[in-house]
């Protein structure tokens, strides 16, 4: 008895010598363990590790720091900057070290940039902003977080916010015109037209000048002749999006010696292209907003002379923008260049809308059988067949280049939807794919009729306001113009049955 009350007393004092031991662990060796888990890749290891250490020191900025590294490792972008965050509030140390050390600083800046992203498509924007906020504390001199806080800024309209930004980048990136672009961008959202141009005219100045050097810096190292300049120029960028641009310069222009230098020139140069086509476009539409608020004759005309002056730079860019040539339409129609609008929305509307001509006749049997009894009073439908899309993709790349492709496929058939029977391969001219959808083409059709309205082709007109009617039997405007065509070639009643049936359809 006296025997067992012995090893009982035994028991229970090793009981709380290893409980206390347990509890008293000192940190280092807590971290210890954790920090060989984690440099072995055993993430989730090294995570209960680092959670006791912080279970038993709260407090401890380093083992907050550490818990913050191994949930970047495993994705856990919020969880991870909020253990940052954390960190920095107990000891600044740990920002200093995030900044000095090559590898932390990756994980640390790439964890709150990633959870500024996830914040701000959940829309919480505040905490984006935070995060954002803080991966320019760990990264002072890198552009990205001030970028996506600029972005974020004009998307929830906190104009002021632009501006402060913009001078940040200023201070900190004194040569990049990002900062240019941000303050045009705050006048823009201000409606001060004049400041804006004069900002985004900086930065444009700038590109261009980057731009002209590479160019030059490319035909020197290629010795290319002024006459090939420009061609090759375009072909190099043409390579670069299409990922054979290694290849091309290698065995075509037989410049492996100088791939690498070539190859980031041609990247280089990419990027000023894409700036000075953005830019041009919204150096566009700021001059035709100034246009169409002012009321000096003169000064209108003169804002939308400067507008077509833009979107004709921009599309010297790239010529495929399609909102340059939309906008670059309007502004004709605008300013009564109707012959200029016409062909510019002809050439839209046929990059828009494409028909089943040039297809297989096996691509259009497929189509057609997304036709159906159900679905063909409704004009249009979008295309979801993965099968048939890829086959439509293809067809197009190879037959129709110029196509604009934007990665939506939608089938028009509005010229069927009061039809009684479905549409046959026999009616393929007349049935159309697009990667726009209905308001677009509405858009884009009301305009064309506006021009050749206006051109006194009036029964061309007449065909696209119909077409905009059976888009939208409520288009107000499709029937006021074919009201206007229909009392100009003379026939009054047709005119006045128009505004009626206009009527009665606003009232359904």
């Not at 909020?82 to 090559?102: R, S, V």
């Not at 991966?135 to 104009?159: E, G, R």
Request: charged share 30%.
């Amino acid at each position: 008895m006296i025997q067992n009350k012995k090893i009982n007393l035994i028991s229970l004092i090793l009981f709380i010598f290893s409980f206390a031991f347990a509890q008293q662990m000192p940190l280092d060796a807590r971290l210890r363990g954790g920090r060989i888990h984690y440099q072995g890749g055993r993430y989730e290891r090294a995570l209960e590790q680092f959670e006791l250490a912080i279970k038993d020191y709260p407090n401890s900025g380093e083992a907050r720091f550490w818990k913050g590294l191994v949930l970047e490792k495993l994705g856990r972008y919020e969880e991870a900057s909020i253990q940052f965050d954390t960190a920095f509030i107990l000891d600044n140390k740990w920002l200093t070290e995030a900044q000095k050390n090559e590898d932390f600083q990756f994980s640390v800046f790439n964890a709150f940039i990633k959870a500024g992203q996830y914040s701000e498509q959940n829309k919480n924007y505040a905490q984006a902003e935070k995060f954002y906020m803080r991966a320019t504390d760990v990264a002072p001199k890198h552009l990205q977080p001030y970028l996506l806080l600029a972005q974020m800024y004009s998307t929830i309209d906190s104009v002021e916010k632009i501006k402060s930004i913009a001078l940040k980048l200023k201070e900190v990136f004194p040569e990049n015109q990002q900062s240019n672009v941000l303050i045009a961008l705050y006048y823009f959202k201000k409606a001060s037209w004049d400041s804006c141009l004069k900002y985004y005219d900086y930065a444009l100045q700038s590109f261009k000048n980057s731009y002209d050097s590479i160019v030059k810096l490319i035909a020197s190292e290629l010795k290319l002749t002024d006459d090939k300049i420009s061609e090759e120029i375009k072909k190099l960028l043409k390579k670069r999006n299409e990922r054979t641009l290694e290849s091309y310069l290698g065995d075509s222009l037989k410049a492996k010696n100088k791939l690498r230098l070539l190859s980031r020139f041609v990247e280089e140069l990419y990027t000023d292209n894409m700036e000075l086509n953005a830019i041009n476009f919204r150096a566009g539409i700021a001059s035709l907003q100034m246009a169409n608020s002012e009321k000096n004759e003169p000064k209108r005309k003169e804002n939308f002379k400067r507008a077509i002056g833009y979107f004709k730079e921009a599309l010297k860019y790239n010529p495929d923008d399609y909102d340059a040539q939309y906008n670059l339409g309007l502004t004709y129609y605008q300013t009564g260049e109707d012959i200029l609008a016409e062909s510019t929305f002809n050439r839209l509307l046929v990059i828009t809308l494409r028909s089943l001509d040039k297809l297989s006749d096996e691509l259009v049997s497929a189509l057609l059988k997304e036709i159906t009894p159900e679905n063909l009073s409704l004009g249009y439908l979008e295309l979801s067949s993965s099968e048939l899309i890829k086959n439509l993709e293809s067809e197009f790349k190879n037959k129709d280049k110029d196509f604009y492709l934007t990665g939506y496929w939608l089938l028009y058939y509005h010229h069927f939807k009061k039809s009684k029977t479905l549409p046959t391969v026999n009616d393929r001219n007349k049935i159309y794919v697009s990667g726009f959808g209905p308001e677009t083409v509405e858009n884009l059709l009301l305009l064309l009729g506006a021009a050749k309205t206006n051109l006194k082709k009036y029964d061309e007109a007449i065909d696209a306001f119909n077409q905009v009617l059976l888009l939208n039997p409520k288009n107000q405007d499709a029937y006021r113009n074919l009201a206007v065509c229909y009392r100009e070639k003379g026939d009054t009643k047709k005119a006045y049955e128009i505004l009626q049936e206009g009527e009665k359809a606003k009232k359904q």
